[in-house]
């Protein structure tokens, strides 16, 4: 590929945990285009800055310190310690000392102090107090567009401290200002307008849809549908719009299918709930983030479903699992025999382990398996009934489907994962360099297993890992077709024709 | 000396007081709207509170992320524990056991608890990463248990006081009555800083004791799917529609 316009990471040896050395002001320049007043109107927020943002800025941060716990008490007890200085990923990748969380959340605790604590009025040099000015803003916005939001430093917190909470809010109040980020902005007016993420028209999905089906048919012989809008359907399906037409991400779609068909389960997909995604997290908005669920429970109630399950993607699992029932719920209108909403995998691992479907591992021969576990799947959801079956149970169905599967180093796995670099609302292209740095992590544990372990692919299961890794894979000398979707190895192992 | 001190305790154990209630009922006022824990979480509320012991008791994400500040972390903070209990025979007519109990780890406790500090305060200077991150107030907070650890170490094992007066001062003070304190420099620079301590503690970093069983991420239960966890004003979201 091209030469990059920026250093590409060395890898090192994930067991000895290389930390940069600091680079300060490194990622000073990264930031995301601004909203334009036309992405910002249609979600209700002011189209630019405009005399007296400070005030208006302090006002939110009160409101928001009011709202919401976790940023009042996260303000107050950072002892600045120092744990999560070598956690977060984006750090590792870039080396400035503005990616460490404490930092980083430091530049939103320093205006608190001012505005909201005794010490910080009185004596703002002891505390590090700022007051709100276009400088802090500017490196708010540049570096809280440098957080994905994945929660790997609330791990090693000692007292739980998320940056993903403190980046949430910070956005929030940028929004609020209106100095709001145009790639999650535009996002959320399409869902609003359109349904998805991507912008799909109905027709559109329509008829890729009925594309798919003829592929299968073509490939397998098998009748598998891919059902829209079907009233009375079991279950509705709601996953990323990626889905729908990216690689990998549509082989996973078309795995799906497959399990549904082979269960006998009916199932709709929905052209009004057609995005699982809800950038309205990111964007730190709750009112946001309810009115892109509500469209999820409008659609199960006009199609008169009994269950909803989520696809594959992480940010999106982490609001449908914790905050679905909160935002939309209550869903007293759905079978009460199964969790609402339940996630794909719980769906076909249940199925795997009663024998419901049958799945043959030579459609997968030649590959040896490892998995990325997504950040917010990780550290913000759950699958199954049991802490941690959000690593067990996609684990147990890659195994069930291909000849070898191996972890990656322990510390890179599981509740201590890193993100792949592009969650959180930053998979954008002018975020580039940022992407690759922040991924740098997860290559050094991948290229150790690939080259001890004779690792030939990585299996994700958000739509967000696969478009960033199939976009950064190339930076590191990896094929970009090493990433798949884990339900794309289900659909390669799957025995059709059961049924019929 | 005596009047001086008899007014500055009691003013700071009022600001003390005040000043922690009034976080702690701002934090316990405060709601949470969403369901945040970091996972794998407990799933009841039996497991809350074990994680939360876990983390109060033994460091536990700590541990995970960090082990050697772990460790000056435990030696000073157990240290402390051991010390504050120790220091109750001052205000207590007679001792009680667990006081009793602690009695021959005084000194060991207050040596680990200076040394801890001293770790701490080191690795402030010597590690580049939390250099960065470090302000006046980090090290100035340092200072001062460590002045006040220094002095009580050299009350306990070089300049003796007479801890027989001290512990009548606190005792008399505390049914409003007047008895003299020792005419002590160093019992006065250690009260002095005590004070000071405990009018900073709510308005600084030590806020972390209390405000950890606040922490949301570490407090919830796991279970969004089986209760509907809904904050009031949220609820007024869903009344609108």
């Not at chain 1, 292209?429 to 690939?450: C, F, H, Q």
């Not at chain 2, 009034?22 to 074990?50: D, E, H, N, S, W």
Request: hydrophobic share 45%.
């Amino acid at each position: 590929m091209a030469a990059a316009p920026f250093d590409i990471p060395a890898l090192g040896d994930p067991a000895e945990h290389p930390v940069p050395a600091l680079k300060p002001g490194a990622m000073a320049a990264s930031k995301p285009y601004v909203a334009a007043e036309a992405h910002q109107q249609p979600l209700g927020f002011p189209g630019e800055l405009a005399e007296g943002w400070e005030k208006r800025a302090i006002d939110h941060m009160g409101g928001l310190l009011s709202k919401y716990r976790s940023l009042q008490v996260f303000m107050d007890i950072c002892v600045k310690c120092g744990a999560c200085t070598d956690k977060c990923h984006y750090f590792l990748g870039t080396g400035d000392p503005k990616n460490m969380p404490v930092a980083r959340a430091d530049l939103f605790r320093s205006v608190y102090r001012r505005y909201f604590t005794p010490v910080g009025k009185i004596a703002p040099g002891l505390v590090g107090a700022r007051d709100m000015t276009r400088e802090v803003l500017d490196e708010w916005y540049s570096y809280f567009h440098q957080c994905s939001q994945c929660r790997r430093c609330s791990v090693f917190c000692p007292y739980g401290i998320d940056t993903a909470e403190i980046s949430m809010a910070a956005r929030d109040i940028m929004d609020s200002i209106g100095q709001g980020q145009k790639y999650c902005n535009e996002i959320i007016g399409k869902v609003h307008r359109i349904g998805n993420n991507l912008g799909l028209p109905a027709p559109a999905l329509l008829d890729t849809l009925e594309g798919l089906e003829e592929d299968i048919l073509d490939e397998t012989g098998v009748p598998v549908k891919l059902p829209v809008d079907v009233a009375g359907a079991e279950v509705l399906l709601v996953t990323p719009s990626a889905d729908f037409f990216a690689e990998p991400h549509v082989l996973g779609l078309i795995g799906y299918a497959k399990v549904f068909h082979a269960a006998g389960v009916s199932w709709t997909l929905s052209t009004k709930a057609s995005e699982a995604g809800n950038f309205g997290m990111f964007i730190g908005n709750y009112e946001q983030m309810k009115k892109i669920s509500m469209r999820i429970r409008e659609a199960a109630r006009e199609l008169g479903v009994k269950r909803i399950i989520f696809g594959e993607c992480g940010h999106a699992w982490r609001v449908a699992y914790s905050f679905l029932n909160t935002l939309a719920g209550p869903w007293d209108f759905l079978d009460s025999r199964y969790p609402v909403p339940q996630h794909i995998l719980e769906f076909t691992s249940d199925l795997i382990r009663r024998k419901g479907i049958r799945l043959d591992k030579s459609g997968n021969d030649g590959m040896v398996l490892t998995v990325h576990d997504s950040c917010n799947v990780a550290r913000g959801a759950r699958m199954g009934t049991e802490p941690g079956g959000q690593f067990t149970i996609p684990r147990a169905v890659i195994a069930a489907s291909v000849p070898k599967l191996v972890d990656m180093h322990p510390d890179t796995i599981c509740d201590k994962t890193f993100c792949c670099g592009g969650g959180g609302g930053l998979l954008t292209d002018e975020l580039i360099e940022l992407r690759v740095k922040g991924a740098s992590p997860r290559m050094e544990a991948l290229k150790d297993v690939v080259d001890k372990q004779g690792v030939t692919h990585m299996a994700a299961m958000c739509a967000i890992c696969k478009a960033q890794f199939t976009k950064i894979l190339p930076y590191y000398d990896f094929d970009r077709e090493m990433v798949v979707s884990v339900h794309q190895l289900v659909s390669n192992a799957i025995v059709l024709g059961d049924n019929d | 000396m005596t009047i001086f001190f008899a007014i500055l305790f009691s003013v700071s154990t009022l600001v003390f007081v005040a000043g922690l209630a009034m976080k702690i009922a701002q934090y316990a006022r405060t709601p949470a709207p969403l369901k945040i824990p970091t996972t794998p979480a407990p799933l009841t509320k039996g497991g809350v509170a074990l994680r939360l012991g876990r983390e109060a008791l033994l460091f536990e994400s700590l541990f995970r992320g960090d082990k050697l500040l772990w460790l000056f972390a435990f030696v000073f903070h157990l240290g402390l524990a051991v010390v504050l209990v120790r220091h109750a025979r001052y205000f207590q007519g007679e001792a009680g056991p667990l006081v009793a109990l602690v009695q021959p780890l005084a000194q060991p406790a207050g040596l680990a608890m200076v040394a801890g500090l001293t770790l701490l305060l080191a690795r402030r200077f010597v590690i580049e990463r939390v250099r960065y991150v470090t302000g006046p107030s980090d090290i100035l907070m340092l200072a001062l248990l460590l002045a006040i650890g220094v002095t009580g170490m050299l009350m306990k094992c070089v300049i003796h006081t007479d801890i027989v007066m001290v512990k009548a001062f606190f005792t008399g003070l505390m049914g409003f009555e007047l008895r003299p304190l020792p005419a002590d420099p160093l019992l006065g620079l250690h009260l002095l800083l005590v004070c000071l301590l405990m009018i900073v503690f709510p308005f600084s970093k030590l806020l972390h004791a209390p405000g950890l069983f606040f922490s949301p991420t570490r407090n919830q239960t796991d279970n969004p799917r089986e209760v509907r966890h809904l904050a009031p004003w949220a609820a007024k979201l869903d009344e609108g529609q």
